[in-house]
């Protein structure tokens, strides 16, 4: 499910940033071989020179599937820095 929400959008993340390029999608890796439900990610950079906590933000296909991050507390994009999910 995964998959068709990366492959299907680009995706609402940026909307919580401060402002449009705060947070981009430097890569995906979308329906690769194998299971269904693993192996699935994507890579964002925040370009500014704060941290974005992206705890509870959405991943929103123009279908409507949603994938909502969870992380149980802050799930913080280091200021100029990567993360994965």
Not at 64 to 75: F, K, P, R, V, Y
Request: proline share 2%; hydrophobic share 40%; charged share 15%.
């Amino acid at each position: 499910m995964l998959k068709r929400i990366l492959f299907s959008c680009f995706i609402i993340l940026s909307l919580h940033a401060q402002s449009d390029g705060d947070l981009i999608f430097s890569e995906i890796m979308s329906n690769p071989s194998g299971s269904e439900t693993t192996g699935e990610w994507v890579e964002v950079y925040n370009t500014t020179g704060s941290a974005i906590d992206i705890e509870g933000w959405q991943l929103r296909s123009n279908s409507g599937q949603s994938h909502t991050t969870a992380n149980g507390s802050a799930l913080n994009v280091p200021a100029l820095g990567f993360l994965v999910m």
